[in-house]
């Protein structure tokens, strides 16, 4: 809401409108008027971005799991190797 203000203030400024002037005097009342709009594309875009970056994290787990399984598995062949050379 601060960018908003700071915009209808600088063309109050630089116009003199009345308008602008009338909604800076009573802004906390005005500001819960203004509401934020998104292009029609922009939730798709950022569910799609979501849903990759989940895939990512999902992706890296499933490497970090793969590489502690294959750690476990080295450690038990070398404790078996252990037992047979003692």
């Not at 109050?12 to 029609?40: C, H, M, N």
Request: aromatic residues 6%; proline residues 1%; hydrophobic residues 40%.
């Amino acid at each position: 809401s601060e960018i908003v203000l700071g915009l209808i203030g600088e063309h109050q400024a630089r116009t003199g409108s009345t308008v602008a002037a009338e909604i800076l005097a009573d802004w906390s009342k005005a500001k819960s008027k203004f509401v934020k709009v998104y292009p029609r594309d922009y939730k798709k875009v950022m569910e799609a971005k979501k849903a990759k970056e989940a895939n990512e994290r999902e992706e890296a787990e499933l490497k970090a799991q793969k590489i502690d399984d294959a750690f476990a598995k080295l450690k038990s062949m070398s404790s078996v190797a252990d037992k047979e050379l003692s």
